[in-house]
């Protein structure tokens, strides 16, 4: 039986005031189990972001609910805020992120020394998620040390230590090149397949996109369509992809 990790329900988020409203999510709703890898995509002022932003606690919303784990996140305050960014949400950055005076080992353990875990399990957790990446012989290195793919998989074992109900990733290939995108991609996949990951990636790039499950596509702040992969193999589906981001208006990446 699917578990239900993230719900959104009737979820708007406005700016401005009466005499100009910018209506960047208008009753946007859906659901994401676990183990998913759901990509959302849209065009530059979509809405796309703003919402991740809202899932993410970054930004509060206007009406709606924001439910992870069965937990309305939207009611949260103060410290029990801080405490579901830490323990609930993982975040995939396209720069990495890593502090050059850590070591590997270092910088994987933060999120859990901040949560205040015990040392013993520290030492626990963070072995099984870089023996999980392969990273288990770099632990003990900087990361000018690192290769750029090490580094990669050093971030996204930071990312899942504290086996986060969800991973977070805002348009992580965009500042990268098209090996380094393929990696990371490559990655995401493998976290989502081997540690059953549940992600949720905001992209407008349709190669990106084809390495997800299921895509929502945003458009001027709603749900214009949704696109499952199911049997697909990638190709097939980023051909879909550029057949919805076409009837859309947009311009999708035509790399493969």
Not at 88 to 93: A, E, M, N, V, W
Not at 196 to 223: N, P
Not at 228 to 245: C, H, K, M, S, Y
Request: proline share 2%; with cysteine.
């Amino acid at each position: 039986m699917s578990e239900t990790i993230l719900r959104v329900e009737d979820l708007q988020k406005y700016y401005g005031n009466r005499g100009s409203v910018t209506r960047a999510l208008d009753h946007i709703g859906f659901c994401v189990e676990k183990g998913e890898f759901l990509g959302i995509m849209g065009a530059s002022g979509s809405g796309k972001t703003t919402l991740l932003n809202c899932i993410s606690t970054l930004d509060t919303v206007t009406s709606g609910r924001i439910y992870v784990e069965g937990e309305d996140i939207t009611a949260l305050r103060g410290a029990a805020l801080c405490a579901f960014r830490g323990q609930k949400l993982g975040f995939i950055f396209q720069d990495f992120n890593l502090l050059d005076t850590l070591t590997a080992w270092e910088n994987i353990a933060l999120p859990l020394s901040i949560a205040g875990v015990s040392p013993a399990r520290i030492q626990q957790r963070v072995r099984q998620a870089a023996d999980a990446l392969g990273i288990g012989e770099s632990l003990q290195k900087y990361p000018y040390q690192l290769s750029g793919g090490q580094q990669q998989r050093v971030a996204a074992a930071r990312a899942v230590v504290t086996n986060p109900a969800l991973l977070l990733a805002d348009e992580p290939t965009g500042a990268l090149d098209s090996g380094s995108s393929r990696r990371l991609l490559a990655l995401l996949s493998q976290i989502n397949r081997d540690l059953c990951a549940t992600i949720l990636m905001v992209t407008h790039d349709a190669f990106s996109a084809s390495y997800c499950s299921r895509i929502l596509f945003i458009k001027d702040g709603r749900i214009f369509h949704e696109l499952n992969r199911g049997p697909e193999n990638r190709r097939a589906f980023f051909t879909q992809i550029l057949d919805v981001v076409s009837v859309m208006g947009g311009d999708g990446d035509e790399r493969l």
